[in-house]
Antibody
Framework: QVQLQESGPGLVKPSETLSLTCTVSGGSISTYYWSWIRQPPGKGLEWIGYIYYTGSTNYNPSLKSRVTISVDTSKNQFSLILSSVTAADTAVYYC????????????WGHGTLVTVSS | QSVLTQPASVSGSPGQSITISCTGTSSDVGSYNLVSWYQQHPGKAPKFMIYEGSKRPSGVSNRFSGSKSGNTASLTISGLQAEDEADYYCCSYAGNNTLVFGGGTKVTVL
């Protein structure tokens, strides 16, 4: 069974860059689409974007100018970079398998809380 | 790209059936049979319950069913159980290789 684990700093200063990595185990990353989704405390889910193992990406238009998703097939990992963060970017960030072909992601990581604060 | 509209809360007694609506537009829910549904218990990651509008992944109870009419998708939970108390989210393909989630619905078992 595929498992996903997010990792990265839990605290980021305003105007700086948020960087997270998702490590995939129990299967190869070299198939499927891979997504990032976030959830501000007490609020709903927001799709950030997804990447295909070939490196092809698609992003939420509202975040597109600040988001980069990349993949490292040699490490079975994919990553999220979100620049110029503000307090509004404070959220639990989830990585997940799927999102391409119009289908919602099926396997999710446990999520990691990132707080934006000075 | 707007958030899909879901009722903030729905409640029912054990054994009853409830339905959660997810209203979008002709650009998302209405144009594609690509709505997914998720169940999320407090402090946990979302669980994939329904895909392509009405299909259930392996291991999901047949008490959960999905449907669509026009720009509105629906999730029905039959034979409501205490363990069904959770937040539920819909997610739809929105064209141009993008996805959009609903605002979420809190289900309370009375």
């Amino acid at each position: 069974q595929v498992q996903l684990q997010e990792s990265g700093p839990g605290l980021v200063k305003p105007s700086e860059t948020l960087s997270l990595t998702c490590t995939v185990s129990g299967g190869s990353i070299s198939t499927y689409y891979w997504s990032w989704i976030r959830q501000p405390p007490g609020k709903g889910l927001e799709w950030i974007g997804y990447i295909y193992y070939t490196g092809s990406t698609n992003y939420n238009p509202s975040l597109k100018s600040r988001v980069t998703i990349s993949v490292d097939t040699s490490k079975n990992q994919f990553s999220l970079i979100l620049s110029s963060v503000t307090a509004a970017d404070t959220a639990v960030y989830y990585c997940a398998r799927g999102g391409g072909y119009g289908s919602g992601p099926n396997y999710w990581g446990h999520g990691t809380l990132v707080t934006v604060s000075s | 790209q707007s958030v899909l509209t879901q009722p903030a809360s729905v409640s029912g007694s054990p054994g009853q059936s409830i339905t959660i609506s997810c209203t979008g537009t002709s650009s998302d829910v209405g144009s594609y049979n690509l709505v997914s549904w998720y169940q999320q218990h407090p402090g946990k990651a979302p669980k994939f319950m329904i895909y392509e509008g009405s299909k259930r992944p392996s291991g999901v109870s047949n008490r959960f069913s999905g449907s669509k009419s026009g720009n509105t998708a629906s999730l029905t939970i039959s034979g409501l159980q205490a363990e069904d108390e959770a937040d539920y989210y819909c997610c739809s393909y929105a064209g141009n290789n993008t996805l959009v989630f609903g605002g979420g619905t809190k289900v309370t078992v009375l």
